[in-house]
């Protein structure tokens, strides 16, 4: 059964992302991309002339994933209510898939390594930034609050938070509730923001 390009395309990205998240992006290739999705190596280089490409592909799987986490923040219920819902997404994420997480974090740092050669890593926060600061600027409105501070500052520190309790997650889950000081850090930065 022949296979359009774009299908083909998919099944690339889909294996990208399952051996990023099994063995880390240094294991991504072309040929192993192709293994994994059971397609000629011919129509992985036809689909994908390098692994740059694979990897900003599979970023972008990512920023859909990411709305996945956040798509249903409760943005009537107020700007607090809207991050802490975002929040626990994101939390949960990291409890059921630290393998996504933690490839996603080593594409982050791929792609920054090789800024050169691709500019993804200056894509993959802003992205995110885009994509949160629509949904706590609309909560924010949605119930007339005031943010004390800027939506773009308001989802960096954000990322900054969730990115260092994810780190020290992942290195020793059982060690702290990492969790409890994961939403104490929220707290303390909605505080801030004076909601």
Same mark, same amino acid.
């Given at each position: 059964?022949?296979?359009?390009?774009?299908?083909?395309?998919?099944?690339?990205?889909?294996?990208?992302?399952?051996?990023?998240?099994? @063995?880390? !992006?240094?294991?991504?290739?072309? #040929? +192993?991309?192709?293994? $994994?999705?059971?397609?000629? *190596?011919a129509t992985a280089h036809y689909c994908f002339s390098n692994k740059e490409e694979l990897m900003e592909a599979a970023a972008e799987a990512w920023f859909k994933n990411l709305r996945r986490f956040s798509s249903d923040a409760p943005e009537h219920l107020g700007l607090r209510?809207?991050? @802490?819902? !975002?929040?626990?997404?994101?939390? #949960? +994420?990291?409890?059921? $898939?630290?393998?996504?997480? *933690?490839?996603?974090?080593?594409?982050?740092?791929?792609?920054?390594?090789?800024?050169?050669?691709?500019?993804?890593?200056?894509?993959?926060?802003?992205a995110y930034e885009v994509e949160l600061g629509n949904i706590f600027s609309a909560a924010a409105k949605s119930s007339d609050e005031k943010c004390l501070i800027g939506f773009d500052t308001l989802v960096r520190c954000f990322l900054v938070v969730f990115d260092g309790a994810a780190i020290q997650y992942m290195t020793a889950p059982k060690a702290i509730d990492h969790r409890a000081q994961f939403f104490l850090m929220v707290d303390a930065l909605l505080t801030k923001a004076g909601v």
């Amino acid at each position: 059964m022949r296979v359009s390009a774009e299908d083909r395309k998919e099944q690339l990205i889909s294996a990208t992302v399952e051996i990023m998240r099994r @063995e880390g !992006v240094q294991s991504v290739t072309i #040929r +192993a991309i192709a293994k $994994e999705a059971n397609a000629p *190596l011919a129509t992985a280089h036809y689909c994908f002339s390098n692994k740059e490409e694979l990897m900003e592909a599979a970023a972008e799987a990512w920023f859909k994933n990411l709305r996945r986490f956040s798509s249903d923040a409760p943005e009537h219920l107020g700007l607090r209510k809207a991050v @802490e819902q !975002v929040a626990e997404g994101y939390w #949960r +994420a990291l409890e059921e $898939e630290p393998a996504s997480i *933690l490839a996603e974090i080593e594409l982050i740092l791929w792609a920054t390594r090789n800024a050169v050669d691709s500019p993804l890593a200056a894509r993959i926060y802003p992205a995110y930034e885009v994509e949160l600061g629509n949904i706590f600027s609309a909560a924010a409105k949605s119930s007339d609050e005031k943010c004390l501070i800027g939506f773009d500052t308001l989802v960096r520190c954000f990322l900054v938070v969730f990115d260092g309790a994810a780190i020290q997650y992942m290195t020793a889950p059982k060690a702290i509730d990492h969790r409890a000081q994961f939403f104490l850090m929220v707290d303390a930065l909605l505080t801030k923001a004076g909601v």
